[in-house]
Nanobody, 127 residues
Framework: VQLQASGGGLVQAGDSLRLSCAAS????????MGWFRQAPGKEREFVAA????????YYADSVKGRFTISRDNAKNTVDLQMNSLKPEDTAVYYC?????????????????????WGKGTQVTVSS
């Protein structure tokens, strides 16, 4: 699976932005998908995750209520709708895929052992 994230940009605090991650391959629906971010000088952190079917989602506390993750298995895409953006949301955002295993949630939360990573897209939120 190859992943390509897009949609980043420079916005002002309070604005919205929608990131999209396009996946290649015919087994996209077998993967749980996640978004992660890494700010300058900080470690990569989990942002949001979605199950293979899209019926289960998880969010970091810092983005809960503001960000929404969704997927379209027919189009092999996973999106991250980001509303009410804050300067502290500034980071490079990455999408990643984890094969549907019983441990997928734990793997997703830690970000360690993900099967595939895409190149990041920069999100900058000015105050």
């Amino acid at each position: 699976v190859q992943l390509q994230a897009s949609g980043g940009g420079l916005v002002q605090a309070g604005d919205s932005l929608r990131l999209s991650c396009a996946a290649s391959g015919r087994t996209f629906s077998s993967y749980c998908m996640g978004w992660f971010r890494q700010a300058p000088g900080k470690e990569r952190e989990f942002v949001a995750a979605i199950s293979w079917s899209g019926d289960t989602t998880y969010y970091a506390d810092s983005v809960k209520g503001r960000f929404t993750i969704s997927r379209d298995n027919a189009k092999n895409t996973v999106d991250l709708q980001m509303n009410s953006l804050k300067p502290e949301d500034t980071a490079v955002y990455y999408c990643a895929a984890e094969y549907l295993r019983p441990t997928w949630v734990a793997t997703m939360m830690s970000g360690n052992g993900m099967d595939y990573w895409g190149k990041g897209t920069q999100v900058t939120v000015s105050s």
